[in-house]
């Protein structure tokens, strides 16, 4: 071959287009035609005719395949570059560093095969990449490694594979990670600022934009300059292998029995079967087609076992795993990050694991009754009666996107509180008092890397309400603030020493009575900060605030008065404020109620049982606990027509449009503005609905 000029081999990336990926590789996307310098080596040492060789022995079964790769690897690693290649890179790398400002500057020698990462197909993790690399020599000792990285074991099999039985190879005994040791104030730290998260947002926005599609991206932070730099953008490879489609299957998990682990969930589903245990590379042999794969982790080499796997389960690894990576693109769900399953589990035994409970996955003992559901979306089509969705639970939000919902009716508080917050907000703004030693060190241990504990709570809440708010953006999500009764409350870490002991807490210290009194009024000014910055600061200002438990029109007077101190005023901004409609003095003051709230939400729950004077919790009055009673129905259709009256919109976040037919007829005949129901209910509630507003 012919000798290569520089401009070939090297160029800045701002004069580089993605139409080049088939020279430079998927991960360049664009560059001058590396693959130049690659043949170009290849032919200066003579190793071409070598490599056919052996290459050909190993497909005709004349030698083993880890003998092959050695032997192909070091026909590169011996070889000499070729004098204008060489050059060439020098060159290139002393001018990149007086670019730089540095004598020798620290670099990455990545692969980017021609095929890696395409939007329909995923090579990850064949090839090396080699990160702080510094010097000349250094340079080019990197680069011809990752020549011969073409040919290891997994990426000569990956050429030839297609319908065939898969092969299994021994490795070399060697660990393919270490593991780095890191001091506690190091594991407590934050790694990035809220200032360095938005960037990262905002380039990744750019990115998206510029390329026209999903994409999946990595960011890297220099050590020493603090710099950010995205350093990976490739088209994202899973949900892209996914066609348009009306429906979408649902997994709901009936008797099961004994949890054994806990981990992060990957995937949406849930399966049932016979547990095979592999504890290295060295058994993949012993695993079963078809069974749930357990094991304390994965590499690049365990992929042909988890393509045959039902499930995987792994003791170690986060949502950017290899097993989670590699999982989500080839759609084998997965429960990462167990800590105990080589310890609680064995090979044999029948077990449940389940993905379909939000970002949480968990195997249970024995086989479970699963159910599945195909929500066929077809033929859904917009109305007058809006039907929007009740969600407590960021992390399963985005599973429900699909829905053509209106937005959400009812977002809890208390699910956020309970699950990610965990501490009673009053124990973060008075932490030095705490008399209760354990409860003060869980706190410490949950609020690390805070310097004001209560910014753990605001922080926490607002990021838990934006997962939901950003799952129907920019349809509205209204969101309720707490009500927590004082016995829940008192259950959060540190609650004891803020809540009365009450005989019915069902009717006492609870909702709006809360927000103002001197009990609670700073924990009240905690959740207003939360929506604060939710709306002014994440930009989700299609959050609706609502009260709950409102007693009388002088507590509205009151609750708008707190939340104006506290920044939250309604109208500024287009913050709009609802009251959950749900005592029987509501209704009979609605219309002085319209005055101060934007909307209504009736809580059918509360309204039923007060309307009734009925305990909704008693085992003995379950018979007369009954949304479809006559004076229920009277006190709904009562309220709908004085929203009405006011100009103020009205919906209902109860279970009965749900459960009964009949109960959304009624709603639509009276004028509701929206019916909001748990998920699983809304293609069956909005086509009743369709049908009576035909």
């Not at 039902?310 to 986060?318: K, L, S, Y």
């Not at 089509?381 to 929007?388: D, E, F, H, I, Y």
């Not at 748990?678 to 069956?684: C, N, Q, W």
Request: glycine share 8%.
């Amino acid at each position: 071959m012919d000798g290569i000029s520089e401009h070939q081999l090297f160029g800045d990336f701002e004069h580089i287009g993605r139409s080049d990926g088939p020279h430079v590789g998927g991960k360049n996307s664009s560059r001058p035609k590396e693959s130049l310098a690659y043949w170009h080596y290849i032919e200066t040492n003579g190793i071409r005719a070598e490599m056919s060789r052996l290459i050909a022995d190993w497909e005709s079964g004349k030698a083993h395949l880890a003998e092959t790769g050695q032997a192909v690897r070091k026909l590169f690693l011996r070889g000499n570059w070729p004098s204008d290649v060489e050059t060439a890179v020098r060159s290139a790398y002393r001018r990149l560093s007086t670019k730089a400002g540095v004598e020798n500057l620290s670099v990455a020698v990545r692969s980017s095969a021609t095929a890696e990462d395409l939007p329909d197909a995923s090579f990850a993790g064949q090839q090396e990449s080699y990160l702080n690399i510094v010097g000349e020599d250094a340079l080019l000792d990197a680069c011809r490694r990752c020549y011969a990285s073409l040919f290891t074991d997994r990426a000569i099999i990956d050429k030839k594979r297609g319908d065939k039985s898969v092969k299994m190879i021994y490795g070399n005994g060697q660990t393919p990670t270490r593991n780095v040791p890191t001091s506690k104030a190091e594991r407590a730290a934050l790694v990035l600022t809220d200032a360095e998260i938005l960037k990262l947002a905002r380039w990744a926005c750019t990115i998206e934009k510029h390329y026209g599609c999903p994409m999946d991206m990595e960011w890297a932070k220099d050590g020493l300059t603090d710099e950010l730099f995205i350093v990976q953008a490739r088209p994202e490879t899973v949900h892209s292998r996914r066609d348009a489609t009306t429906a979408f299957k649902t997994y709901r998990i009936g008797k099961r029995g004994r949890k054994l682990a806990t981990g992060l969930a990957v995937g949406d589903a849930a399966v049932s079967g016979r547990l095979c245990l592999i504890e290295s590379a060295h058994e993949m042999d012993r695993f079963v087609d078809g069974s749930i794969l357990a094991t304390s982790t994965t590499d690049p080499d365990w992929v042909p076992i988890m393509k045959r796997a039902a499930a995987i389960i792994t003791d170690h690894g986060g949502r950017t795993s290899h097993a989670a990576i590699v999982s989500r693109e080839i759609g084998v769900p997965a429960v990462v990050g167990t800590h105990n399953t080589t310890y609680v589990l064995h090979s044999g035994q029948d077990v449940t694991v389940s993905y379909a409970e939000g970002d949480q996955g968990f195997v249970y003992a024995g086989v479970a009754e699963i159910s599945t559901e195909t929500v066929d979306m077809s033929g859904l089509s917009a109305g007058q009666t809006k039907v929007m969705l009740n969600l407590a639970n960021p992390a399963a939000a985005y599973r429900w996107w699909r829905l053509p919902a209106d937005g959400i009716g009812l977002a809890r508080m208390e699910f956020v509180v309970t699950n990610a917050i965990q501490v009673h907000p009053m124990a973060l703004v008075h932490f030095d008092q705490l008399q209760d030693a354990q409860a003060k060190a869980e706190i410490a241990r949950l609020t690390a890397g805070y310097n004001h504990k209560p910014d753990y709570f605001v922080d926490k809440l607002a990021h838990g309400f934006a997962a939901l708010c950003a799952a129907v953006y920019p349809k509205p999500a209204i969101l309720r603030l707490s009500d927590f009764k004082t016995n829940e409350y008192a259950s959060l870490i540190g609650g004891a020493e803020f809540e009365p002991k009450e005989e019915n807490p069902m009717i006492g210290f609870r909702g709006a009575s809360r927000y103002y009194s001197p009990r609670y009024r700073e924990g009240f000014a905690l959740e207003c900060r939360a929506i604060r910055r939710l709306r002014e600061e994440l930009g989700f200002t299609n959050a609706v605030v609502m009260i709950p438990f409102c007693r009388t029109v002088d507590e509205a007077k009151k609750v708008l008065q707190v939340m104006a101190n506290n920044g939250l005023r309604r109208g500024d901004h287009e913050l709009q404020v609802y009251m959950m409609c749900e005592i029987p003095s509501n209704v009979i003051m609605a219309r002085e109620f319209t005055a101060y709230f934007d909307g209504f939400s009736i809580g059918s729950n509360d309204l039923t049982q007060l309307t009734l004077g009925v305990d909704r919790d008693s085992d003995e009055l379950t018979g007369l606990f009954d949304e479809q009673d006559r004076a229920v129905k009277a006190m709904i259709a009562k309220v709908i027509q004085q929203a009405k009256l006011a100009g103020c919109k009205v919906g209902i976040c109860g279970q009965a449009p749900s459960d009964h037919p009949e109960f959304a007829r009624f709603l639509v005949a009276a004028g509701i503005d929206s019916i909001s129901v748990i998920p699983d209910s809304y293609v069956k509630v909005k086509r009743e609905v369709m049908r009576v507003e035909k």
